[in-house]
């Protein structure tokens, strides 16, 4: 919080953004994320003038997946269509969903890491409807953002002996995570073109892994960049969102407006965390480049 009723903005472009973080307990199929999302300062009450809580109760949260199992949004109950979880008494899905532009700077566990980009087409909070056919519930990529991101996780890239237990980022032990947003003209008013990651565990500096996927040229990448994320879905097969909701551009736009840092450890009943940590698709096969994330 920059005070007690406004949420502390921070601006990316250009800066570094650097953490120290100890997952040696944090197994698989837990995420201990840190990210930025790109919610009002206030949490939304300059803009709904129903929204009486603000910043100071924690409203106004947002994030590329349009979350629908906020309880307000924008000012409004969420109870229009509400559906109870089948597997927690806390939580469900409205109606309405809660869009936004995020970079996830850290989603990770002992097992595996990434740092994923994503943006939306458009700025700041973006409410969905799944009466309109605009959220998630009516279709993974019906909505204004884009839920898949470009992510660099090291193992999913091509190096299964980079980061964990006993690796060149050793999980048993703590250490630093790095992320430099770099600008197109090295000024904190260009746009964002390159989204770098280094390592520092016991005094010594550890450079981001290189991309080593059948596709992808060999010995070329380290580091989020537009032609990386053109390779990367080519070559795993993925699904365009990223490029069509504005890329990298678009998140340094975010990124420049000015984003909260939301911090969390959360478990994945939807899916247990395979897509981080594991074979995901299930159903793909496990030699396929992009599908296998972790051990």
């Not at 458009?122 to 990529?141: E, I, K, M």
Request: aromatic share 10%; charged share 15%; proline share 4%.
């Amino acid at each position: 919080m920059s005070s007690s009723t406004e949420y502390e903005l921070f601006k990316l472009v250009n800066q570094e953004f650097t953490f120290d973080v100890d997952v040696s307990n944090l197994p698989c199929g837990l995420n201990g994320a840190l990210y930025f999302s790109e919610m009002d300062a206030d949490g939304g009450m300059a803009k709904y003038p129903t929204n009486k809580a603000g910043a100071k109760y924690g409203t106004g949260y947002c994030d590329s997946q349009c979350p629908q199992d906020l309880k307000f949004i924008a000012g409004k109950a969420n109870s229009e269509g509400w559906t109870p979880s089948s597997n927690s008494v806390n939580s469900g899905t409205g109606n309405n969903g809660a869009c936004c532009n995020e970079m996830d700077i850290w989603e990770a566990n002992s097992i595996s890491a990434a740092v994923t980009p994503h943006p939306c087409s458009g700025d700041g909070l973006q409410v969905c409807s799944a009466s309109a056919g605009t959220c998630t519930s009516n279709g993974r990529y019906d909505t204004v953002c884009d839920p898949d991101g470009c992510d660099f996780n090291s193992y999913r890239m091509g190096d299964t002996s980079f980061y964990g237990p006993g690796l060149t980022v050793d999980t048993t032990k703590k250490f630093t995570v790095v992320t430099q947003f770099i600008s197109s003209d090295g000024t904190a008013t260009g746009d964002l073109t390159e989204i770098r990651r280094i390592y520092v565990q016991n005094g010594v500096v550890i450079q981001n892994s290189i991309v080593n996927v059948p596709g992808i040229t060999a010995n070329t990448y380290n580091s989020i960049t537009e032609p990386l994320c053109d390779a990367q879905k080519a070559a795993f097969g993925d699904q365009t969102a990223f490029q069509a909701k504005g890329g990298l551009k678009q998140m340094g736009v975010a990124g420049k407006n000015g984003m909260v840092l939301v911090l969390s450890i959360w478990d994945d009943y939807a899916v247990d965390m395979l897509w981080l940590d594991s074979t995901y698709p299930t159903t793909a096969n496990a030699t396929a480049p992009g599908v296998a994330r972790g051990t």
